[in-house]
């Protein structure tokens, strides 16, 4: 079975600082997807960015962008230019490409402070 | 488009009573999902289906029951509640498997068994 680790339980970054988020996983499995969800105080879980394991090339969205290491089954966050609307739990999670239905696992999640 | 609705947004329940937990999405999705967030945790998921009337389990369905009769509504049962079902649940949907099928979630439901 997969497994998700996030070492950092809590974070705090100054507003316009960056600040990097830690995710290691452990697979046997060589095709996957790994995900960043943010959680705000609202409880909605939303989608900050994802991965293919089998491209290179580090994923980006605005503001977010990730650091894959597939050799070392490390997928770490960082954000750029921190926002006070950046403050909520983020959740790193796995999924199989294995071609069965798309079950997440999820690790337990690092919260985030953004101070003035 | 509404995206994934649940019903109740709260709900305290007494041990040994039962209710099930509502989750409509309006997308069209094939593939829903039930989790279970404990406190500072992540989710862990219960059941998941993969169209009407397919239903099978996750990491954590003891306790738990689903049906799938029709492609908007995936309902989770819970019999016999207990403390150790405390939790916020989160139903969830997605149109395919690819990476570009992103799991679109609901508000949650925060139970709380006494």
């Known amino acids: 079975a997969q497994t998700v680790t996030q070492s950092q339980p809590e974070m705090s970054v100054q507003e316009a600082e960056t600040v990097t988020l830690s995710c290691t996983y452990d697979?046997?499995?060589?095709?996957?997807?790994l995900f960043w969800y943010k959680q705000p105080p609202s409880r909605q879980m939303i989608l900050v960015i994802r991965q293919e394991a089998y491209k290179q090339q580090n994923a980006t969205e605005n503001r977010f962008s990730v650091n894959f290491q597939k050799a070392a089954k490390s997928f770490s966050l960082k954000i750029s230019d921190s926002q006070l609307g950046d403050a909520a739990m983020y959740f790193c999670a796995y999924r199989s490409g294995d071609g069965t239905a798309s079950k997440l696992t999820f690790g337990t999640g690092t919260r985030l402070q953004v101070t003035l | 488009n509404a995206g994934v609705t649940q019903t109740p947004k709260f709900r305290i329940l007494k041990i040994g009573q039962s209710m099930t937990l509502q989750c409509t999405q309006d997308?069209?999705?094939?593939?829903m999902y039930w989790y279970r967030q404990d406190p500072g945790m992540g989710l862990k998921l219960i059941y998941y289906s993969v169209g009407a009337g397919i239903t099978d389990k996750g990491e954590v369905p003891n306790g738990y029951n689903v049906s799938r009769s029709t492609t908007e509504d995936f309902p989770l049962r819970l019999e016999l509640a207990a403390p150790s079902q405390t939790s916020v649940y989160f139903c969830a949907s997605s149109y395919g498997q690819g990476l570009t099928y992103e799991q679109y979630f609901g508000p949650g439901t925060r139970l709380t068994v006494t």
């Open positions: 997308m069209n999705h094939n593939y």
């Open positions: 697979t046997s499995e060589s095709d996957y997807y």
